[in-house]
Structures are given as structure tokens and as C-alpha cells.
């Protein structure tokens, strides 16, 4: 009996570094009566967040991606790579996806995410990778008892946040009010 060859592996693709932020935007805790105030721009190095987190109203901002059209399809690949330098707070990556459950995901305010917790280092460079098996849905910071799974071929939107509740719905232990600076240098599908 003879065994099949293995697959290669497939390539890193990289979904966003550089002037590939140039259509992302900030959103903050203001759209829920909120006064974080932070915004996006890209730099040399990648896109950087920089603001004020305000925890009183909403305690978040964020930097997130256009919505994706065509989504994309990331199932020849097992999650994905976040390169960043974050001051060693913890962060929750969002995802959006088309949903086949007759697009009802829309119709919810805030609609299903997948989020998974990011920690960052003190200092420097911080290189996580995060499987699409480790995300979890939630609605806002609300996790979702649904058996529902998540399908990597139809990512619609990125999202990185700095907010008080983590990936399980409870307080976030990497989370501080006051100044922020969050550098996101690539975003790789590995």
C-alpha cells in the first residue's frame, strides 16, 4: 500500500500591510454614546491606532477593514497572523462573515463576530497566531451558546479592538484606559 504524498503547505498570503490599510477606518465607543476618541493612519511601518480610551460610556476603539467584496476565502488555510506592536495590552480580533443563515447576522445590531483575545508585549514587535478554530462567536461582547462553526470561506471584515470586556464576555485583563498607541504591521493568512 502505497501513502499519498503530502499536500505542501499552502503559502502565507498577506491580507493587509502597507498601503493595503489605506481603506481601513477607526470606529470608538461614540457610536454607543461613548467619548473614546482615537483614530487610524498609515504609517512606514503599517496602520496605526492612536487616541484616548475613555472607559465611562463604552470603554473601546478600534480599527477595522472595508467590507470585503468578494469576501475572501481563506479555506485553503488554517488562521491567520497578526503582526503588532500593542504596549502590552490585550486586544480582541474580530471577524466578519457572510453567514448562510438567510444573512440574519446583519439584522442583529452589531452583528455575529468572531473574536479571538490578542496579548501583546511591553515592548516591541508581538507576532500572534491565531487558528480559525480558536474563534468564538459573539454578539458585542456577548458570547453565543449557538453551535454554529466557523467557515473561512467567506470573510467579509477585519477588526482590531482595545476594549474592557475579552473574547468570553468578562472584563479584560490587558485593558487600560488613557493614551493608546496600537501599530498593526501585517495581517497574514497562514
Known amino acids: 500500500m502505497t501513502t499519498p504524498p503530502p499536500q505542501p503547505a499552502p503559502q502565507i498570503r498577506v491580507i493587509a500591510s502597507g498601503a493595503a490599510f489605506n481603506a481601513w477606518s477607526s470606529l470608538n465607543d461614540t457610536i454607543m454614546g461613548g467619548s473614546s476618541r482615537a483614530g487610524c493612519r498609515i504609517t512606514d511601518d503599517g496602520l496605526l491606532l492612536e487616541g484616548d480610551v475613555v472607559s465611562e460610556g463604552g470603554g473601546f476603539v478600534s480599527c477595522r477593514s472595508p467590507v470585503f467584496k468578494p469576501p475572501l476565502d ?31 447576522t446583519e439584522l442583529i445590531p452589531g452583528g455575529l463576530r468572531w473574536v479571538s483575545t490578542v496579548p501583546t508585549q511591553p515592548n516591541g514587535l508581538t507576532v500572534v497566531e491565531i487558528p480559525f478554530a480558536q474563534l468564538k462567536p459573539v454578539v458585542r461582547a456577548s458570547p453565543i451558546k449557538l453551535p454554529l462553526r466557523f467557515d473561512s470561506s467567506c470573510i467579509t471584515r477585519l477588526q482590531l479592538l482595545h476594549s474592557r470586556f ?25
Open 74 to 104: 481563506l479555506t485553503a488555510y488554517r488562521g491567520l497572523r497578526l503582526s503588532l506592536d500593542g504596549q502590552g495590552r490585550s486586544f480582541k480580533f474580530a471577524v466578519a462573515c457572510r453567514d448562510g443563515v438567510l444573512g440574519l
Open 166 to 190: 475579552g473574547d468570553d464576555g468578562e472584563a479584560n485583563p490587558g485593558y487600560r484606559s488613557g493614551s493608546i498607541q496600537l501599530l498593526i504591521r501585517s495581517i497574514e493568512a497562514f
